[in-house]
T-cell receptor, first 117, second 116 residues
Framework: AQSVTQLGSHVSVSEGALVLLRCNYSSSVPPYLFWYVQYPNQGLQLLLKYTTGATLVKGINGFEAEFKKSETSFHLTKPSAHMSDAAEYFCAVSEGAGGTSYGKLTFGQGTILTVHP | DAGVIQSPRHEVTEMGQEVTLRCKPISGHDYLFWYRQTMMRGLELLIYFNNNVPIDDSGMPEDRFSAKMPNASFSTLKIQPSEPRDSAVYFC??????????????FGPGTRLTVL
């Protein structure tokens, strides 16, 4: 069974500081990995995804994430935080082709990002 | 594109009543997912459909919950009878077919259900 662990339910940074949100996963087959963002009272929106190919993935709003198979990690980063980045972020894993239940996303518990002026 | 549409956006009902949540996926998407989000349990997949056929309903909490997808443009999630512990935000998401399975899921705005 696949699972996702997000380290830190709350992360607080100053505007302009580095954002680092941590995600570790477990999967029995090569995974597809996703980061979604949820703004208050809204649905989830895809930030970026890794399926195959380049392990450094760039997404919207200046975010990027690196797939590290040896560390089973997919941490999300942004060099300089902006006030508008304040939201809840979810890491998710899906079994890729070859998995017994591919297409099914398993989400982490979420990390709330607060950005201070 | 209008995106995934869910109705109602808010629902307040009393324990024991039947509740029906509705979802219209993005046109052309082959997969439809129902999720539930609570503070305690986070985001849980309840059920998902491929081409209107339920593929995995292992996340459906109990027999009080049922989901249908009578056609490619409409799905319902029904709770009968409802209980206070069903209070949550329910999301519908859809996804296009891609080689190897589903890819990006597009979420609706959710239905906030409160059962008194």
């Amino acid at each position: 069974a696949q699972s996702v662990t997000q380290l830190g339910s709350h992360v607080s940074v100053s505007e302009g500081a580095l954002v680092l949100l941590r995600c570790n996963y477990s999967s029995s087959v090569p995974p597809y990995l996703f980061w979604y963002v949820q703004y208050p009272n809204q649905g989830l929106q895809l930030l970026l995804k890794y399926t195959t190919g380049a392990t450094l993935v760039k997404g919207i709003n200046g975010f990027e994430a690196e797939f590290k198979k040896s560390e089973t990690s997919f941490h999300l980063t942004k060099p300089s935080a902006h006030m508008s980045d304040a939201a809840e972020y979810f890491c998710a894993v899906s079994e890729g082709a070859g998995g017994t239940s591919y297409g099914k996303l398993t989400f982490g518990q979420g990390t709330i990002l607060t950005v201070h002026p | 594109d209008a995106g995934v549409i869910q109705s109602p956006r808010h629902e307040v009902t009393e324990m024991g009543q039947e509740v029906t949540l509705r979802c219209k996926p993005i046109s052309g998407h082959d997969y439809l997912f129902w999720y539930r989000q609570t503070m305690m349990r986070g985001l849980e997949l309840l059920i998902y459909f491929n081409n209107n056929v339920p593929i995995d309903d292992s996340g459906m909490p109990e027999d009080r919950f049922s989901a249908k997808m009578p056609n490619a443009s409409f799905s319902t999630l029904k709770i009968q009878p409802s209980e206070p512990r069903d209070s949550a935000v329910y999301f519908c998401a859809s996804s296009p077919y891609t080689w190897g399975g589903t890819d990006t899921q597009y979420f609706g705005p959710g239905t906030r259900l409160t059962v008194l």
